[in-house]
């Protein structure tokens, strides 16, 4: 079955698919995004992933392609199309197509594309095995709080990454604390057994999953902290993980070629991926 596109209305062969050389996206990066996790048919926390999709907007005074449950609808059907059970669902919003002016043009019409692309239900060797990641330098604006397209900083970091043999790059503020992953929240388990991650205020983006977890961990009586980390607080934790609506709670098990405790995944990082595994099967039961 070919890949099929959602752009402005139409679904298209994914090969075929292609915005205006003007879509202020291309231009500028003038846009945002979201990415929902499809597990076994069903789109998980799609309402929370709308709501901050509206607030990106907001912030970028960008108006909705379409309303609220006109997108679901097509949303649905770009999912039917496709006809995967597990994948990624991508949704791009830009200010849409323009003469080239730095401005907001006068009557904008913003542009939406949608893609769905299948991925396998998380791999057994990263949640046996963890993962490494690099620190660098946050080069990135002072708004991440806002999922903009204009990625190029998080580009260079996950290149980064893959050039040292790792998974993903911790990047470090200019007080030496741990902002976030190129594509993921960062996490913590501190010596006395507290989840530690930094508070979304404008530094971080306030991942969906990442806000799924402090729920189970709230549920499970699992003490958690809302603050910076150093990379040295790293380095010498009890345990370490990621987490993004791709692969949920993966545990970083080297930081800069430095094991993480004894090198393997730690046991609060295994519960929480398996919870939330749990909360995906029941998300999908109820939907």
């Known amino acids: ?35 929902i996790h499809l597990f076994r048919n069903r789109l998980i926390d ?16 960008m108006a909705w392609p379409m309303g609220r449950a006109a997108m679901r609808v097509a949303m649905r059907e770009i999912v039917r199309r496709n006809g995967y059970a597990t994948g990624l669902l991508y ?8 003469p ?35 620190t660098i330098d946050d080069i990135r604006w002072a708004r991440r ?7 190029l900083p998080n580009v260079l970091g996950k290149q980064a990454a893959a ?23 960062a996490w913590i388990v501190n010596g006395e057994g507290t989840l530690v991650t930094r508070p979304a205020d404008h530094d971080i983006l306030r991942g969906i999953t ?21 990379r040295d607080e790293a380095l010498g934790a009890r345990e370490a993980f990621m987490s993004n609506s791709s692969h949920f709670v993966t545990p970083v098990t080297r930081i800069d070629d430095n094991a993480i405790a004894n090198g393997r995944p730690g046991s609060l ?9 749990d909360f995906m099967k029941e998300f999908q039961k109820l939907n």
């Open 145 to 151: 709080d806002i999922k903009s397209i204009s990625l």
């Open 163 to 185: 050039d040292a043999g790792a998974y993903e790059a911790w990047m470090i503020d200019a007080d030496g604390m741990v902002t976030e992953g190129t594509s993921s929240n």
């Open 269 to 277: 990082s295994t519960a929480l991926h398996e919870r939330y595994l």
């Open 210 to 230: 990442r806000q799924a977890i402090l729920r189970m961990a709230d549920e499970l009586d699992i003490a958690f902290e809302e603050r910076p980390f150093s």
């Open 91 to 98: 949704i791009q919003v830009t200010r849409g197509v323009a």
């Open 46 to 61: 799609e309402e929370p992933h709308l709501d901050r999709l509206d607030r990106s907007l907001r912030e970028l005074d």
């Open 1 to 35: 079955m070919p890949r099929i596109a959602y752009v402005n209305g139409r679904y298209v062969d994914h090969r075929a698919a292609a915005v205006h050389v003007e879509d202020r996206g291309y231009q500028f990066a003038d846009g945002v995004y979201e990415v």
């Open 100 to 134: 080239r002016d730095h401005k907001f043009p006068q009557l904008p019409m913003s542009s939406l594309v949608m893609t769905v692309r299948p991925i396998p239900e998380f791999p057994d060797d990263m949640r046996e095995e963890g993962v490494a990641v690099v």
